[in-house]
């Protein structure tokens, strides 16, 4: 059964500095691997897709890899800001069933400034 | 191209009536997706579902839920005899075939009263 952890549960950071968004993963038969933001109160914003046979995607200052051997993906926001604050979710899409996706808890980021 | 919409925002029912939900995917997405986050839980997969086709309802609860996406008009997400444990907000996602990004809707709270 997959089983999705993001670490840590909480984050809170001066403006300026770089976040760092782990998400680990127990089953490495993987479709894809998606990055969501979820700011109170409201819907889901995608981020980046990872495609199981991509390293990494970049977007802006949003970049993330995935290491799917070792059942690992991380989100690096470069020179955060305060409009960063909110909560990020990873979420897994298995092979066997690609169009369920599996989420972990996310991580609720605060971004001071 | 107006992304996925979600009506209502925010329903109001008392326990045993029902909920209607209705989701429109985004222009050419041609697979819908329903998910439910319980207050102080992460999201959970429902039901997965193609034009007149129910692809995989894995999530969905036996009794009292259903799913349908017709060939013309939105998505529906049916919750018969609502009870309190019901409340939850619910959120659509639509995606392109074969491609499989997720992208969501601002989603509908419903309160059981």
């Known amino acids: 059964k997959q089983e999705v952890t993001q670490i840590p549960a909480a984050l809170s950071v001066p403006e300026g500095e770089n976040l760092v968004l782990n998400c680990s993963f127990t089953?490495?038969?993987?479709?894809?691997l998606q990055w969501f933001r979820q700011d109170p109160g409201k819907g889901l914003t995608s981020l980046l897709l990872?495609?199981?046979?991509?390293r990494e995607q970049t977007s802006g200052r949003l970049n993330a890899s995935l290491d799917k051997s070792s059942g690992r993906s991380t989100l690096y926001i470069a020179a955060s800001q305060p409009g960063d604050s909110a909560t990020y979710l990873c979420?897994?899409?298995?092979?066997?069933?690609?169009?369920?996706?599996?989420f972990g808890a996310g991580t609720q980021v605060v971004v001071t400034p | 191209n107006a992304g996925v919409m979600q009506n209502p925002r925010h329903l109001v029912r008392r326990r045993g009536q029902e909920a209607r939900l209705r989701c429109s995917p985004m222009?050419?997405?041609?697979?819908v997706y329903w998910y439910r986050q319980l207050p102080e839980e992460g999201l959970k997969f429902m039901v997965y579902?193609?034009?007149?086709?129910?692809?995989?309802e894995s999530g969905m609860p036996k009794e009292r839920f259903s799913a349908e996406f017709p060939k013309e008009g939105p998505s529906i997400l049916r919750i018969q005899q609502v009870v309190r444990g019901d409340s939850a907000a619910y959120f659509c996602?639509?995606?392109?075939?074969?491609?499989?990004?997720?992208?969501f809707g601002p989603g509908t709270r419903l309160t059981v009263l």
């Open positions: 996602a639509s995606s392109p075939p074969l491609i499989g990004e997720q992208f």
């Open positions: 089953d490495s038969a993987i479709y894809n």
């Open positions: 990872i495609q199981s046979s991509q």
């Open positions: 979420a897994v899409s298995p092979t066997d069933s690609w169009g369920k996706l599996q």
């Open positions: 222009k050419g997405h041609s697979h």
């Open positions: 579902l193609q034009k007149e086709n129910i692809i995989d």
